[in-house]
């Protein structure tokens, strides 16, 4: 599995968070550590570390992570999952087991968005509905049956500029996505789901 933690913060240092990814995912993982950064000799940049030790940093501004992501492409299988995940390390355990729950149901790409209470798994759900729950969020989560199937929606959404709020976001690859029918599933709060 290709997994990208963002942002994962000064807790979790690169061997640390790889041997903590692997005890709670329980695969075998390459991990990106993402970061965002405004250094002071420019514009807010990303920092992309692997667990290989190498490192890529990007010289202008990214518009979306969907961007910084597809830097990945020499160091990620494209036949592999992805995931990517953007949750405080206390709920990675939670958002595995969702996934450990929805991966079999064939779905191509599955979210988990934080929260606390009852949860479902919803799969195959109206599109536009999926759209209103992401509508500016990013989810904890966000796995992908290929790291392939990310990187193509990633390009199309980049070549037509398809931007959300000026960003290319997961709303961006989402919109993407329903035009090539996968299959998506969700895990939210009964309620969120409800609204949706």
Same mark, same amino acid.
């Given at each position: 599995m290709n997994l990208i933690v963002l942002n994962p913060g000064d807790v979790h240092r690169d061997a640390a968070l790889v041997e903590t990814l692997v005890?709670?995912?329980?695969?075998?993982?390459?991990?990106?550590?993402? #970061?965002?950064?405004?250094?002071?000799?420019?514009?807010?940049?990303? #920092?992309?570390?692997?667990?290989?030790?190498? #490192?890529?940093?990007?010289?202008?501004?990214?518009?979306?992570?969907?961007?910084?992501?597809?830097?990945?492409?020499?160091?990620?299988?494209? *036949?592999? /999952?992805?995931?990517?995940?953007?949750?405080?390390?206390?709920?990675?355990?939670?958002?595995?087991?969702?996934? *450990?729950?929805?991966?079999?149901?064939?779905?191509?790409?599955?979210?988990?968005? /934080?929260?606390?209470?009852?949860?479902?798994?919803?799969?195959?759900?109206?599109h536009a509905s999926v759209l209103r729950l992401a509508h500016g969020r990013t989810p904890g989560m966000a796995w992908y049956r290929s790291t392939r199937l990310f990187y193509e929606s990633a390009q199309q959404v980049i070549r037509k500029d398809a931007r959300w709020n000026g960003q290319y976001t997961i709303d961006c690859l989402l919109r993407q996505l329903a035009l090539h029918d996968a299959r998506i599933g969700f895990h939210a709060r009964c309620n969120e789901a409800a609204a949706a």
């Open positions: 005890g709670t995912t329980h695969y075998p993982l390459r991990v990106c550590r993402m #970061t965002q950064a405004v250094g002071p000799d420019g514009p807010p940049h990303w #920092t992309l570390t692997f667990s290989d030790d190498s #490192t890529i940093r990007t010289q202008i501004e990214p518009e979306g992570m969907l961007c910084a992501t597809l830097l990945t492409t020499d160091h990620f299988e494209a *036949a592999d /999952e992805l995931t990517i995940l953007n949750a405080d390390s206390t709920l990675w355990p939670t958002h595995f087991e969702r996934l *450990a729950d929805a991966r079999t149901e064939g779905i191509d790409v599955f979210l988990s968005f /934080e929260g606390d209470g009852p949860s479902k798994l919803v799969l195959e759900p109206d």
